[in-house]
């Protein structure tokens, strides 16, 4: 019997981008997850974004018996108990907001309840992993974008930004913040393709002791050995991880898609900014054997068990320490928040 089956810790998969399907919430079913952060938009504008919140509704609706929307982590808990996925809307960029403040609130009302800062390049509110390291959160717009986030209780994620970008985050959240999906850059290796979307060591520590939490990646681009990456050098970098900053600080973020045609890559690589990828495109990388899709999870838990996981860490890893921070994230402050200029 799967160690899921055994003992089933509520697994939290904190960054999916797959073409929505009932397919893939089968999957989620199948691998016993409880609950899949879901993007919605990336380089969406507010009036895009909201078409795909309605399609999203309307799945929802007609695949009741496999997924329902979360918006809290009480929410998240209760959806799984029913054997179901709770789904929770997520953007990867604060495109959706455009340059009006007012519209991190109408989207906190649609159900959003992360949004990472930005995706790889500048915009408004901060800067991505391809641009200068030194270039962080703009001065006013992003720091107001963060303090209205922090008020409604809409997570910050920083995954694809600079490292300025996540240190400047960490200090004007009043919140505990997240990396839904990245890795370890020390423990990955210096490779410039795969290094520029991970995190440094004194940044992860910086993050757990904050209360942050980050999303370990099975995506092959960020990962020791590419598509190549053993499963038991996954587990090495879980308990790397541990080491370094403790189990209270570790999720899982897969960065899993599915369903695309190839040429959706060139709108994740260049939206309507460029007509080339600023990195060459070369397709879509094969995901790990162990990991074909999100019904291969229990492969991990096992694996994590056999290395000498206890039952409570492993219950922590796979979602327990998302569902924390969730709860002390998806609620709003009782004070309103304000940022400052200086």
């Known amino acids: 019997m799967s160690y899921a089956l055994l003992h089933k810790p509520i697994v939290v998969d904190a960054l999916q981008y797959n073409k929505p399907e009932r397919a893939r919430f089968k999957e989620w079913r199948d691998g016993g997850i409880g609950c899949v952060h879901v993007t919605l938009a990336i380089w969406e504008n507010a009036r895009e974004t909201l078409t795909a919140i309605g399609e999203w509704n309307r799945l ?8 329902a929307l979360a918006t809290t982590a009480e929410d998240v808990e209760r959806i799984a108990a ?3 996925t709770a789904v929770v809307y997520g953007f990867q960029d604060t495109s959706p907001f455009e340059d009006d403040i ?27 992993c391809w641009e200068p390291d030194e270039n962080g959160v703009s001065k006013f717009f992003g720091r107001n974008v963060i303090a209205e986030m922090n008020r409604l209780g809409m997570l910050v994620d920083v995954s694809h930004c600079t490292e300025r970008t996540c240190f400047d985050a960490i200090e004007y959240s009043s919140r505990p913040i997240a990396v839904t999906h990245a890795n370890p850059s020390e423990f990955v290796g210096t490779d410039i393709e795969l290094n520029r979307r991970n995190k440094s060591t004194p940044l992860i520590k910086r993050l757990a002791e904050t209360g942050g939490v980050i999303g370990l990646s099975m995506y092959p681009k960020i990962m020791r050995d590419g598509s190549n990456c053993t499963l038991d050098t996954f587990i ?36 309507r900014w460029a007509r080339e990828s600023a990195i060459p495109i070369k397709g879509f990388s094969a995901w790990p054997t162990w990991f074909k899709s999100s019904a291969d999870f229990q492969n991990i838990l096992e ?11 492993i219950a922590k ?26």
């Open 60 to 67: 929802l609706e007609q695949n009741s018996d496999l997924i």
């Open 82 to 84: 029913s054997g179901r």
């Open 102 to 128: 007012e519209l991190v609130e109408i989207f906190y009302q649609l159900g959003v309840r992360i949004a990472q800062l930005t995706y790889n390049v500048q915009n408004r509110v901060a800067s991505g």
């Open 236 to 271: 090495d970098m879980i308990s790397w991880t541990v080491d370094l900053i403790g189990v209270d600080s570790i999720g899982f973020g897969t960065d899993y898609y599915d369903g695309w045609p190839e040429s959706q890559i060139k709108w994740w690589r260049a939206g």
């Open 303 to 313: 694996a994590m068990e056999k290395r000498g996981f206890s039952s409570e860490e």
């Open 317 to 342: 890893i796979a979602g327990g320490n998302w569902i924390r921070l969730f709860r002390e994230g998806f609620v709003p402050l009782q004070v309103p928040a304000t940022a400052s200029a200086a």
